[in-house]
């Protein structure tokens, strides 16, 4: 199905690397989000982007970059400044304006640091 | 600031029996409230708000200002309902709880 693809599924870092997860939309949303999910904590906003060329931090920012140089495409790169960067990472989409917000996510990337 | 607070990780119940799975919020202004379910081996996805009003798969969420909860029921628990359940909170940036988990038994 469409909507909001997110690649790879899986992926495998060394130590001291950056990487890159992939994610695109073809829902025409405007905005699109970062959230990182581990064990006993919930989803955590890392990024989020309401407009083409305009990103917010979220909550745990720190380690991370993002760039939205398209409408349907937000790139998260996890840098090695990122202590814990072993984690299932979602990417969303949304509308703006409207009433009530629905967010529409992705299947996630699986990122284990090795 | 914004806090979504689920306190039950794991909720079990039996086929048939009711199911309530909390959720408190701390926010100053009118609160958007929304629940979010993930099935086994499937994307995270909206089951209801709460200015929609409406039931879907048999679930209800009240939202309740004064005792600030938005709990999740439905009076008769099935097995495919066995999932995890995340409420959340906000407008376009939305702040999750930690989630519950509900197994459901045959």
């Known amino acids: 199905d469409g909507g909001i693809t997110q690649s790879p599924k899986y992926l495998f870092r060394k130590e001291g690397q950056n990487v890159t997860l992939s994610c695109e939309q073809n829902?025409?949303?405007?905005?699109m989000y970062w959230y990182r999910q581990d064990p006993g904590q919930g989803l955590r906003l890392i990024y989020y982007?309401?407009?083409?060329?305009?990103?917010q931090k979220g909550d745990i920012a720190e380690g991370y970059s993002v760039s939205r140089e398209k409408k349907e495409s937000f790139p998260l790169t996890v840098t090695s400044a990122q202590k814990n960067p072993t984690a299932f990472y979602l990417c969303?989409?949304?509308?703006?304006?409207?009433?009530?917000?629905?967010?529409?996510f992705g299947e996630g990337s699986w990122l284990t640091v090795v | 600031a914004q806090r979504v607070t689920q306190p039950e990780k794991l909720l079990s119940v039996f086929k048939g029996a009711p199911v309530e799975l909390k959720c408190n919020y701390s926010?100053?202004?009118?609160?958007?409230l929304f629940w979010y379910v993930q099935y086994s081996r499937q994307r995270l996805q909206l089951l209801l708000r709460?200015?929609s009003r409406e039931s879907i798969k048999g679930f209800t969420a009240d939202l309740n200002k004064g005792e600030t909860s938005f709990h999740l029921k439905k009076p008769f628990a099935q097995e495919e309902d066995s999932a995890m359940y995340y409420c959340?909170?906000?407008?376009?940036?939305?702040?999750f709880g930690t989630g519950t988990r509900l197994l459901v038994s045959p």
């Open positions: 829902l025409n949303h405007d905005a």
């Open positions: 709460h200015i």
């Open positions: 982007s309401q407009i083409v060329n305009d990103f």
């Open positions: 969303a989409s949304s509308r703006i304006g409207g009433s009530g917000n629905t967010i529409y």
């Open positions: 926010y100053s202004g009118s609160p958007e």
């Open positions: 959340a909170l906000g407008f376009q940036k939305l702040v």
